[in-house]
């Protein structure tokens, strides 16, 4: 008898060691892919690491970006990943070598398809060398024919099969774009929680021409053309205050209910740069987290900053829960109203802020000098993916800044 328990035991422990087993990811290099329009995949590589005191973490890779993943649930074989600030995440079934599940945005009710294979260090695979080097300048049109039609400035290096780089429009960038050269095709993607990006195209000497998808919810194509004295219009040439307004005014809600406007105590003879912006938007971050150093770095009680929130949350108690989210991520001291919820559509940010000509992008920054007066207008955000471009934005906006606070 006391045999027979002692090989049910055996038994039983050796079933728990290999449950233990399967409820386990293996650690290092993993290749991710989602499923998008047309049957084509987006990849993006990330790195898991897991420790006893901060369990799993991850770390998604696009060309130079690093995103530090901290909130991975896992309980028996299924595995929840939350990417930092925007409400998107990761959600499926896993065994120690590989992922499938889908990557949420319920606010927006978009399901797009994942998995991930441990062990795949390359992002796009290649069999043959490339035909041409795509690095340099090109100028670049989206959905050309189009009233949708805009332009964008592409910047790219490329060293064999690798490039990166990204795609500068009016409203802001692509952020970090990676991926390869094979033969005479192209092909670039990003992921960074928000937005899923897949560039696919075919490329001469001289020309590009491809498609443009953005998850598996919307695609439109693009051509360019090398032009390296290409520019885009002046950023800050594109936003204005409409004729009959002398004055940038708004009065929306904080998360406590109270209304908030320039007319606060805390604004008067204050230099005031006024961000309207999105807790959902890329550009919108990397502008939020320069803001952030730039005060931490710059500290002056004659500055001050305002973030108007247009949110698409369903409702205002989910678009304050998000606002919170982010100001706890990065560590925001300034003050973010919700200026509206339920949509980011621009034709009705425009209506909230009706001495605009327009809202193009998100962001937008107004800058206000200490006598109430708008100074400038800068639409869209030249983030870190833009390299000299982002250099020249932070010069420019230090000095800006500076003479307004010596005036």
Not at 206 to 217: Q, R
Not at 230 to 252: H, I, N, Q, R, V
Not at 399 to 407: D, I, R, S
Request: aromatic share 12%; with cysteine; glycine share 8%.
């Amino acid at each position: 008898m006391k045999k027979i328990v002692t090989v049910l035991f055996l038994i039983g422990f050796l079933v728990g060691c290999k449950d233990l087993e399967e409820a386990t990811l293996a650690e290092g290099i993993w290749l991710a892919e989602l499923e998008v329009m047309d049957g084509n995949i987006l990849p993006f590589n990330f790195k898991l690491s897991n420790t006893e005191i901060d369990g799993y973490r991850i770390a998604v890779y696009n060309a130079d970006e690093v995103i530090l993943v901290d909130e991975v649930e896992i309980k028996d074989d299924s595995i929840k990943i939350k990417l930092p600030v925007y409400e998107g995440y990761i959600v499926g079934s896993f065994t120690k070598n590989s992922i499938e599940g889908e990557f949420i945005k319920a606010g927006l009710s978009r399901v797009v398809p994942f998995k991930a294979t441990y062990g795949v260090r390359k992002r796009f695979k290649t069999s043959n060398p490339p035909s041409t080097n795509l690095a340099g300048i090109w100028e670049t049109e989206f959905s050309a024919g189009t009233s949708d039609s805009y332009r964008a400035k592409g910047v790219f290096k490329q060293n064999k099969n690798l490039v990166t780089g990204t795609f500068r429009t009016t409203t802001g960038d692509y952020r970090y774009l990676e991926g390869v050269m094979e033969g005479d095709s192209l092909k670039l993607s990003t992921f960074d929680g928000a937005h899923a990006f897949l560039f696919l195209a075919k490329v001469t000497d001289s020309s590009l021409n491809g498609v443009f998808y953005s998850g598996n919810h919307f695609k439109e194509p693009f051509s360019a053309k090398r032009n390296d004295a290409y520019e885009l219009p002046s950023a800050d040439s594109l936003t204005f205050l409409k004729k009959g307004y002398d004055a940038f005014e708004f009065s929306f809600p904080d998360a406590n209910g109270h209304s908030v406007s320039l007319k606060d105590e805390r604004f008067k003879n204050k230099v005031v740069v006024v961000q309207i912006m999105g807790t959902w938007c890329p550009n919108c971050l990397d502008e939020t987290k320069f803001y952030v150093d730039y005060l931490k770095n710059n500290g002056n009680s004659d500055l001050e900053v305002i973030a108007l929130a247009f949110e698409y949350a369903k409702n205002e108690e989910a678009a304050f829960k998000n606002i919170l989210r982010l100001k706890e991520r990065i560590g925001i001291d300034y003050p973010i109203v919700l200026a509206q919820f339920g949509s980011t559509d621009k034709e009705l940010a425009q209506q909230k802020l009706p001495m605009l000509n327009q809202v193009l992008s998100y962001p937008t920054s107004i800058f206000i000098d200490r006598t109430g007066k708008v100074r400038k207008i800068h639409t869209g955000f030249n983030g870190p993916a833009t390299g000299a471009a982002f250099l020249s934005f932070k010069k420019e906006f230090d000095g800006f800044v500076k003479g307004l606070l010596a005036e």
